[in-house]
């Protein structure tokens, strides 16, 4: 079938809530992307950094394979014999007591909060269904009701209420506005140390560690959603770790199924995670062998590959380089590891034709909000690659 054909068939019969760049892709291996001519493309995406392992890793394929044949899902109504491992080693690597897993990003939120507001009710003492979360500007949590409840973006809000309450908003990256938001019904903060979505939005330096001082000192639990920035991806196993901060609850998702198979999780402490009673959540799928499984791979891969290690190296150079690319369309060239967004000028023209351009020279970048050109590839990527990208980049980024 001819690229075309795929892309209309889509067209007719699937619903339009995407705008994917026109490049239909039937193999993957690494940091790299085949179409169904064959054509190679250098992947900065990474599914929005649920392929940190790269594409097609063969411990995880194997692990997979071999959990296929054996069971895959059981339900929760009876245990099965990789749950377990999965929480010992998740907890080991994670520093956290406990684990609670779920599917996909979105749902581990739903958790995170659900767990919140019970702690808020039994420990905290807050009257019931008075607790209050505070959420941040420009934030992106997921495409539940509840999540984009507390979304500031009109297009993921508008048209959807009724929405749920109990969501306070602030301004990102100031401390004072979460402070000043707080009073005796505050249940949890619930941030991203780096919004992905929101456009690569580094924090104020100090910002987390400022907001962890705030919510120990208020009794309120901090809620550090790592869905994107987790794993590895700004160079640190947890992006809060950059400023030394372990929050109450942390979410995460996306590469803990190293690009095979939706597997998310919070991760906390017996005090929160132990209230818990059996039947009061769940989810049929979450936990399931197979995942348990993968995501037991997946860990291992960072661990072993040194992947955390790699993303703060060759981030630091791919930034470093970018940031020496002349060009009169670019603003700012941020990032942490390999979490990278390049902001255009105003005058650019939206970053969308730059991405177009990039794929017709054999790279996969995905704007991000208007402006920003997203770069995150797979974090085993090398600097033979990053060095063949960025001449490409640099003739991207200067044309008219
Ligand atoms: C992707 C993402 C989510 C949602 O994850 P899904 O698996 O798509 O539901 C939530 N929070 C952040 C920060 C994300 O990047």
Not at 40 to 55: E, R
Not at 250 to 277: C, E, N, R
Not at 283 to 310: D, M, Q, Y
Request: charged share 25%.
């Amino acid at each position: 079938m001819k690229i075309q054909e795929y892309i209309d068939i889509e067209e007719q019969y699937g619903a339009h809530n995407y705008h994917p760049l026109d490049v239909v892709i039937s193999r993957g291996e690494g940091v790299w992307v085949y179409d169904v001519d064959g054509r190679k493309y250098l992947d900065c995406l990474s599914a929005y950094s649920a392929v940190n392992q790269g594409h097609v890793h063969p411990k995880i394929l194997a692990a997979l394979v071999e959990q296929a044949g054996k069971i895959t899902l059981t339900s929760r109504a009876f245990r099965n014999d990789q749950l377990p491992l999965f929480y010992k080693e998740l907890s080991e690597i994670s520093g956290y007591e406990m684990s609670l897993p779920m599917n996909s990003g979105a749902e581990a939120v739903e958790t995170a909060l659900k767990i919140a507001r019970k702690w808020a009710y039994q420990v905290k003492q807050i009257p019931r269904y008075q607790a209050e979360i505070i959420t941040c500007a420009g934030n992106f949590h997921g495409r539940t009701i509840s999540t984009i409840s507390f979304s500031t973006e009109p297009l993921y809000r508008d048209d959807f209420g009724p929405f749920t309450p109990g969501f306070v908003s602030v301004p990102y990256g100031n401390a004072d506005a979460i402070e000043k938001a707080i009073n005796g019904n505050t249940a949890a903060v619930l941030l991203e140390p780096i919004q992905g979505e929101g456009g690569v939005i580094i924090p104020p330096k100090g910002f987390m560690k400022e907001v962890a001082e705030i919510c120990k000192k208020n009794n309120v639990l901090l809620i550090a959603d790592e869905i994107q920035t987790g794993l590895g991806r700004t160079g640190k196993l947890f992006a809060a770790q950059h400023e030394g901060v372990r929050p109450d609850v942390t979410v995460i998702g996306k590469a803990l199924g190293g690009g095979f198979y939706p597997v998310s999780a919070v991760l906390s402490d017996k005090k929160i995670l132990g209230l818990f009673t059996p039947g009061e959540h769940g989810s049929t799928f979450g936990g399931n062998p197979l995942a348990a499984a993968i995501a037991r791979a997946a860990l291992k891969v960072i661990v072993e590959e040194h992947l955390v290690e790699r993303a703060a190296e060759s981030g630091e150079y791919f930034i470093e380089q970018l940031s020496e690319i002349p060009s009169p369309h670019v603003k700012e060239v941020r990032g942490k590891g390999l979490l990278i967004g390049v902001e255009l000028n105003e005058k650019a023209g939206g970053a969308r034709r730059f991405c177009e351009a990039l794929q017709t020279r054999g790279i996969l970048a995905k704007e991000t909000h208007e402006r920003v050109i997203r770069f995150a590839p797979p974090l085993v990527i090398d600097k033979e690659t990053i060095d063949w990208a960025l001449p490409l980049i640099r003739e991207v980024l200067n044309l008219q």
